[in-house]
């Protein structure tokens, strides 16, 4: 069955350190990655995604991922942490069933940044 | 390009009750979800529309839960009666063409349902 895994619930890290999200997914086929954001009190927004070619994409708020076939991973990296990053991120698969493309989302990992 | 709007933002219920949210998509969008949010978790698909019609509704509990889109525009979810477990957030996006997943879809802010 598909799925994805945010192995981590609570991050905390300083403002300007390096952060590193990691999402894992079980799917059989070639799968289409997504990293949404959610702040408290608002809906989810799209940071990036990845649907074939570069495995390293760009997104929006200075974020980035690598797919990893290999280790079926699509972690979510910033250089350089500021504190309006704190939010809720997560990652999900985008499966084929039924004619119909649907998301699958991770539980979530909650980011806390220290000033 | 006005987002997603839901309402209400807040509801609080007890159980057994009825209770029904509202959603207006981005103007023009074909494809409408609601998802479910609980406390902890990731947001769960519960029905997914193409226009007017259902496309996925394979998580939606139907003994309790409805939803319809008419006109191929704004939507409402229903829950009737309503249990203690459905106390989540729920949430609805649109996206613009048919094949959802792969395009991006757009989320309003959610309805927080408390079931008491």
């Known amino acids: 069955a598909q799925s994805v895994t945010q192995p981590d619930i609570h991050i905390t890290v300083s403002e300007g350190a390096s952060l590193e999200l990691r999402c894992n997914y079980s799917?059989?086929?070639?799968?289409?990655l997504f990293w949404y954001v959610q702040s408290p009190g608002q809906g989810l927004q799209l940071l990036l995604k990845y649907f074939s070619g570069d495995t390293l994409v760009q997104g929006i708020k200075g974020f980035e991922a690598e797919f990893k076939r290999s280790q079926s991973s699509f972690n979510l990296r910033k250089p350089s942490v500021h504190w309006s990053d704190a939010a809720e991120y997560f990652c999900?698969?985008?499966?084929?069933?039924?004619?119909?493309?649907?998301?699958?989302f991770g539980a979530g990992t909650r980011l806390a940044v220290h000033p | 390009e006005a987002g997603v709007a839901q309402s209400p933002r807040y509801k609080i219920i007890e159980k057994r009750q009825s209770v029904a949210f509202w959603c207006n998509p981005i103007s023009g969008h074909a494809t409408l979800y609601w998802y479910q949010q609980i406390l902890g978790q990731g947001p769960k698909l519960l029905i997914q529309?193409?226009?007017?019609?259902?496309?996925?509704d394979s998580q939606l509990p139907k003994d309790r839960f409805s939803a319809e889109r008419l006109k191929g525009v704004d939507s409402t979810l229903k829950i009737q009666p309503a249990k203690l477990e459905d106390s989540a957030v729920y949430l609805c996006?649109?996206?613009?063409?048919?094949?959802?997943?792969?395009?991006?879809?757009?989320f309003g802010p959610g309805t927080r349902l408390t079931v008491l």
């Open positions: 529309f193409q226009n007017n019609g259902v496309v996925d």
């Open positions: 996006a649109s996206s613009s063409r048919t094949g959802g997943g792969l395009d991006e879809q757009f």
């Open positions: 999900a698969v985008g499966v084929f069933s039924g004619g119909y493309n649907k998301l699958i």
């Open positions: 799917y059989g086929a070639t799968p289409y």
